[in-house]
């Protein structure tokens, strides 16, 4: 079954996702695209990666955003029609896509159904430059990952993904129980068989490399200080029902864990490292 994800979920990360990306590797992947390229971005939710891509991009480009769930692909319209506003740009809708007018070109963002986990060869990988996605390949199986690596035929940026150096400052006598049944809830299939989870960035190094792609990957960890309470209101909860989830045994010392983390994060004495990595993969010639 499909995991889903709220669209105010994503909005309220979408800040720290783009803060956190790394610009370096995306920089590396636009030295590379044509001059008008076309993205197909795998996962793309509301749209967050578009918003922040396409003005490094910043020429005339396309995108296919791709997700199984119909209402966050219409919610990614009407924010992109929104950032784009507040940009001072013109947006034109049209039956099937978006055109936003930018001094830099026409950027134009189709959007389509698609169940990835159905099978990643029958993506519409024919007339891309490129795949995107973020915060999708820890969701994902190995076996599908694998599929996914070999139908590509063009480079691969893969924003965000988590790789368990997660740290909660001050640290708590419970965070090691947490972090325990965090991780191993982050193995849970989503739809794509057992998640890798945390074993991401790694298993996709790995697979890239061994059809001869150049991998890279880079850090682009989220850093949630004190004063972002609504996101420390969410990740102290979600961390808790998770690790819970994993070890029901332990429910009362991960309600002890919840509480005093609550009382940290109102109080504006939590903050939060959550590890990620961005990885690129660039086919060989
Ligand atoms: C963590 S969200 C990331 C969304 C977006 N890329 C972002 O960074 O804000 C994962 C996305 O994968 C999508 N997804 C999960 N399973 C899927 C599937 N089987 N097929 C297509 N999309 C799926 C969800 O609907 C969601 O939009």
Redesign the pocket.
Known sequence: M????SADW?AL??PF?AAARNVGLAERLVSLLPAHPVLL?L????G??FRWLAPIISRAQVWVL????ED?LLRAYDDIARWAARQGWTVTQGQRALLVHTPRGAWRVEAGR????AEPAALPLDGVDAVV????TD?VSAAWLERLVAALRTPLLAC?SVDGRDAFLPRHPLDACVRAGFRRDQGRD???GPALGPRAPAALHAMLAARGFAAASAPSDWRIPAAALAMLRELVPGHAEAAARAFPARGRAIDTWRNARMHQAIAGRLAIRIGHRDSLGLPPR
């Open positions: 499909t995991e889903s994800f994503l990360r979408e996702d971005d996962g793309a939710g509301s967050s990666l791709a997700d199984a769930d966050l698609v169940d990835l986990a996605c973020s915060a999708l969701l965000l989503k739809g794509f």
